[in-house]
């Protein structure tokens, strides 16, 4: 089974990656293409800016739930801008991925023209959707918007500084969810996302090295990190991880956790939940089972979506 899944990706790698004629497109081709590169499924990612109106115990705030509905369309379109922004920069490289080089744009299933001109009508349209929700979540969504372009260009080859690149893009969903809404995040929320962010940041490029271990022994690197690196990003990934759950933990033994829940020893058990799911991740990725981004992985994956409702429900029966 093994050999099968190498063979075949290995194929991958010397099949023919030049894109489609100009006549194999028509105009139902060119739409879906152009919604696969925005990448909707990852616009998951952007639920994160509804964690500081959970945090704080107002999600049925009709009001206050429109408003964060409002900052998570503003993410999505800047973030499908960047992707599309992502695969014109990378399309090269793109065509000689064993799984990238299906990439709309990389296949050339839709044209590049078309993706160059999206890029500017989505953070347009992003910001016509930001600006009411005031100036200062603008200027995050600004910064967010400048460090995923500058992730693109330049920060995703520098081993570490691409993890933190990543892991501070989650953190800005964040801060942007608390300033819409105008509830500033508590030094315990950041902390907390620091370190679970970066682990998650980990996974995606340990996930790398492990596919290109098992299916190549000519690449060697991957954007800066090598395969000897394995070891390395697996225990900084760890760890990183774990200190999210010790964060967590001392959280729920400050003094500030009996003013949010009536009945707080409820909400260990999303320590104990976290801790177990962490785990489970970086078991997956250790198995080569990863895919290239751990949150989309986790929608997808029943072990992680049983977890992540139970973390749910402990903490809603803690309130």
Same mark, same amino acid.
């Given at each position: 089974?093994?050999?099968?899944?190498?063979?075949?990706?290995?194929?991958?790698?010397?099949?023919?990656?030049?894109?489609?004629?100009?006549?194999?497109?028509?105009?139902?081709?060119?739409?879906?293409?152009?919604?696969?590169?925005?990448?909707?499924?990852?616009?998951?990612?952007?639920?994160?800016?509804?964690?500081?109106?959970?945090?704080?115990?107002?999600?049925?705030?009709? !009001?206050?739930? @429109?408003? #964060?509905?409002?900052?998570?369309? *503003?993410? $999505?379109?800047?973030? /499908? +801008?960047?992707? &599309? %922004?992502?695969?014109?920069?990378?399309?090269?490289?793109?065509?000689?991925?064993?799984?990238?080089?299906?990439?709309?744009?990389?296949?050339?299933?839709?044209?590049?023209?078309?993706?160059?001109?999206?890029?500017?009508?989505?953070?347009?349209?992003?910001?016509?959707?930001?600006?009411?929700?005031?100036?200062?979540?603008?200027?995050?969504?600004?910064?967010?918007?400048?460090?995923?372009?500058?992730?693109?260009?330049?920060?995703?080859?520098?081993?570490?500084?691409?993890?933190?690149?990543?892991?501070? !893009?989650?953190? @800005?969903? #964040?801060?942007?969810?608390?300033? *819409?809404? $105008?509830?500033?995040? /508590? +030094?315990?929320? &950041? %902390?907390?996302?620091?370190?679970?962010?970066?682990?998650?940041?980990?996974?995606?490029?340990?996930?790398?090295?492990?596919?290109?271990?098992?299916?190549?022994?000519?690449?060697?690197?991957?954007?800066?990190?090598?395969?000897?690196?394995?070891?390395?990003?697996?225990?900084?990934?760890?760890?990183?991880?774990?200190?999210?759950?010790?964060?967590?933990?001392?959280?729920?033994?400050?003094?500030?956790?009996?003013?949010?829940?009536?009945?707080?020893?409820?909400?260990?058990?999303?320590?104990?939940?976290?801790?177990?799911?962490?785990?489970?991740?970086?078991?997956?990725?250790?198995?080569?089972?990863?895919?290239?981004?751990?949150?989309?992985?986790?929608?997808?994956?029943?072990?992680?979506?049983?977890?992540?409702?139970?973390?749910?429900?402990?903490?809603?029966?803690?309130?």
């Amino acid at each position: 089974m093994r050999s099968t899944s190498s063979e075949t990706l290995g194929s991958a790698f010397t099949a023919d990656p030049r894109p489609p004629l100009a006549h194999d497109r028509t105009a139902a081709t060119v739409v879906l293409a152009a919604i696969e590169s925005v990448r909707p499924h990852q616009w998951l990612k952007n639920l994160l800016v509804f964690v500081p109106l959970a945090a704080a115990h107002r999600i049925a705030d009709l !009001g206050l739930l @429109l408003t #964060v509905v409002r900052a998570f369309a *503003a993410f $999505s379109l800047c973030a /499908s +801008a960047v992707y &599309l %922004a992502n695969d014109l920069h990378d399309i090269a490289a793109d065509r000689a991925h064993p799984h990238k080089r299906f990439r709309a744009i990389a296949s050339g299933r839709l044209p590049r023209w078309l993706a160059m001109t999206l890029v500017p009508v989505l953070v347009v349209t992003a910001g016509i959707v930001a600006w009411p929700l005031g100036p200062w979540f603008c200027i995050v969504l600004a910064i967010y918007l400048s460090l995923m372009v500058g992730y693109t260009w330049r920060l995703k080859a520098i081993i570490l500084l691409d993890a933190f690149a990543l892991a501070t !893009g989650y953190a @800005l969903r #964040v801060i942007a969810g608390s300033l *819409a809404i $105008s509830i500033s995040p /508590s +030094a315990w929320l &950041l %902390a907390f996302c620091i370190f679970l962010f970066f682990s998650l940041a980990l996974i995606k490029r340990y996930a790398e090295l492990t596919l290109l271990e098992a299916h190549t022994g000519e690449i060697t690197h991957a954007r800066g990190y090598r395969i000897e690196d394995q070891a390395f990003i697996l225990i900084l990934g760890i760890v990183c991880g774990a200190l999210s759950v010790l964060v967590l933990a001392l959280y729920m033994g400050s003094s500030t956790i009996g003013h949010s829940y009536s009945r707080s020893q409820l909400i260990w058990l999303t320590c104990v939940l976290l801790l177990y799911w962490i785990s489970h991740m970086w078991l997956i990725a250790h198995r080569g089972r990863m895919t290239d981004d751990p949150l989309v992985f986790a929608v997808k994956d029943r072990v992680s979506l049983v977890l992540i409702a139970l973390m749910g429900v402990s903490a809603w029966l803690a309130v």
